[in-house]
């Protein structure tokens, strides 16, 4: 179990790739969002605007009082419901970049618990195993694709619901294990 957690763990170009986009996708929706709030302020501004027009056009005169009503009633309801609008949007913020070295010594970290956790094993102590079936919520274990005797192992753990994802890999399967399942 540990070299099958570990192999889906240190494959770095699906780790990458899944980070590069997800780090798109936010970068896009933080976009979309800023310029759409950038987009009802000026709106919102343009009829703030207008609206003083029209009062000062009241006040010195120039308007008929008549045609001022319904104009001054209508901007303000688009006022009022663009307002509505911009204190509903979520501003979504660019993901936080992850320094290229990060993912080396993500590697190391695992590389390093995969040897504690197969000393402890080794010496009877399944403290390790048990911190990491803490982590594991679901193993499914199906015949191999490579023919008999082999095992294909697909693992769902508590990071998927931290990620709102289903887990880095989408289409590769992870192989590994005899089946004796350590």
Same mark, same amino acid.
């Given at each position: 179990?540990?070299?099958?957690?570990?192999?889906?763990?240190?494959?770095?170009?699906?780790?990458?790739?899944?980070?590069?986009?997800? &780090?798109?996708?936010?970068?896009?929706?933080?976009?979309?969002?800023?310029?759409?709030?950038?987009?009802?302020?000026?709106?919102?501004?343009?009829?703030?605007?207008?609206?003083?027009?029209?009062?000062?056009?009241?006040?010195?005169?120039?308007?008929?009082?008549?045609?001022?009503?319904?104009?001054?009633?209508?901007?303000?309801?688009?006022?009022?419901?663009?307002?509505?609008?911009?204190?509903?949007?979520?501003?979504?913020?660019?993901?936080?970049?992850? &320094?290229?070295?990060?993912?080396?010594?993500?590697?190391?970290?695992?590389?390093?618990?995969?040897?504690?956790?197969?000393?402890?094993?080794?010496?009877?102590?399944?403290?390790?195993?048990?911190?990491?079936?803490?982590?594991?919520?679901?193993?499914?274990?199906?015949?191999?694709?490579?023919?008999?005797?082999?095992?294909?192992? &697909?693992?769902?753990?508590?990071?998927?619901?931290?990620?709102?994802?289903?887990?880095?890999?989408?289409?590769?399967?992870?192989?590994?294990?005899?089946?004796?399942?350590?």
């Amino acid at each position: 179990m540990v070299d099958v957690l570990q192999a889906e763990l240190l494959r770095p170009e699906v780790t990458t790739a899944f980070l590069e986009a997800f &780090h798109a996708e936010q970068k896009s929706i933080a976009q979309k969002a800023v310029g759409h709030k950038r987009d009802l302020t000026a709106k919102m501004q343009r009829k703030m605007a207008n609206q003083t027009r029209l009062i000062d056009g009241v006040a010195d005169g120039s308007l008929d009082m008549k045609l001022f009503g319904a104009k001054v009633a209508t901007l303000a309801e688009e006022i009022e419901q663009i307002s509505l609008e911009l204190e509903q949007l979520e501003i979504v913020e660019a993901p936080i970049e992850l &320094h290229p070295s990060l993912l080396i010594k993500y590697q190391k970290q695992l590389t390093d618990l995969h040897t504690v956790l197969q000393d402890q094993i080794n010496a009877g102590d399944l403290t390790g195993v048990e911190a990491i079936r803490e982590l594991i919520e679901q193993v499914t274990v199906y015949e191999g694709r490579e023919g008999a005797g082999s095992v294909e192992v &697909h693992l769902q753990g508590k990071l998927n619901a931290l990620i709102g994802h289903d887990g880095f890999i989408a289409s590769d399967d992870v192989y590994g294990g005899s089946g004796r399942g350590t």
